[in-house]
């Protein structure tokens, strides 16, 4: 198994940034890719970013690249999202999520929840206008 914990979230004010951060433990070495989601009071859960652990590729939503950056710390066993310029309508739950799946870039079948096989239990990020 593979346990995920998110940290690093909290109240800001719009234009302000936070780093999350997402450390895993367990079998970790069956992890192949890394994504963020977020989910708003009565919105579905929606991708964010995705790292893949073996060439560092990266892929973004289009509603937060340019803003949003993706990294990892393989020895710390740890995922970073940097949020800089922070909007109102970023106010969510922030998930990290792992799969043992190489993904498509292609196909971006990393955008989807179904792809991933274990989760973090979030942690809320609210930007106050």
């Known amino acids: 198994q593979v346990q995920l914990v998110e940290s690093g979230g909290g109240l800001v004010q719009a234009g302000d940034s936070l780093r999350l951060s997402c450390v895993a433990s367990g079998r970790t070495l069956r992890i192949i890719t890394v994504g963020w989601f977020r989910q708003a009071p009565g919105k579905a859960r929606e991708f964010v970013a995705a790292i893949t652990k073996g060439s560092g590729e990266e892929a973004y939503a289009d509603s937060v690249t340019g803003r949003f950056t993706i990294s990892r710390d393989n020895a710390k066993k740890t995922v970073y999202l940097q949020m800089n310029s922070l909007k109102p309508e970023d106010s969510a739950v922030y998930y990290c999520?792992?799969?043992?799946?190489?993904?498509?870039?292609?196909?971006?079948?990393?955008?989807?929840?179904?792809?991933?096989?274990?989760w973090g239990q979030g942690t809320q990020v609210t930007v106050s206008s």
């Open positions: 999520a792992a799969s043992s799946t190489l993904p498509s870039y292609d196909r971006g079948d990393y955008v989807w929840p179904d792809f991933y096989d274990y």
